[in-house]
């Protein structure tokens, strides 16, 4: 096997691995009921030259409840980290998510506020281009969330997403 295929081989296992992650997370009691938006999705993107792969489920319930978790491998910066999402806003097809640094590879994160946003674009090959992300940025607790934030502040640091799926409902 050349270092070529080797490296394409890691890029599938690492996101069928951000897929089921994605597709096993539990989603919360109730979460049938009274769902007023859900954003989800997995996949990689390219940084620095090096793969980075994400998966999150960001839900609000109807009385403005969020739940979720998000995961992203940074290998750019041998950066690992999880997210406990508790802001989720939503405008048509683009999802604005924010939450508490849970787990980090550098332990001085833990606790910081992480925000990203996602663009579901479509799916298959009708999608008109591909989703879209950011990456996920960090700030000072309780300073700023997801509802402090438009649209059009994370238009300027969207990038395509190479290999998954983002969906906003």
Known sequence: MTTSSRGR?????SV???????????????????????????????????LRTFSFMAQMQADGTTTG???VNNRAIDEMFELRIDCLRTFGNTAIVSGVITRHTDPHAVGLTGIFAVVDSGEGTVAPEPD???????????????????????????VPVEAGNVQVH
Request: net charge negative.
């Open 69 to 71: 978790v998000a995961q």
């Open 9 to 13: 081989s890691l890029r599938r296992v």
């Open 16 to 50: 069928v691995a951000a897929f089921l992650a994605a597709a096993i997370l539990p989603l919360p009691a109730g979460a049938a009921d009274g769902v007023a938006a859900l954003a989800t999705g997995s996949g990689q993107t390219t940084v620095a030259g090096e």
């Open 132 to 158: 879209l992300i950011t990456q996920v940025f960090f700030f000072r607790p309780n300073t700023i969330s997801c509802a402090d934030l438009g649209q059009a502040d994370a238009t300027p640091f969207l």
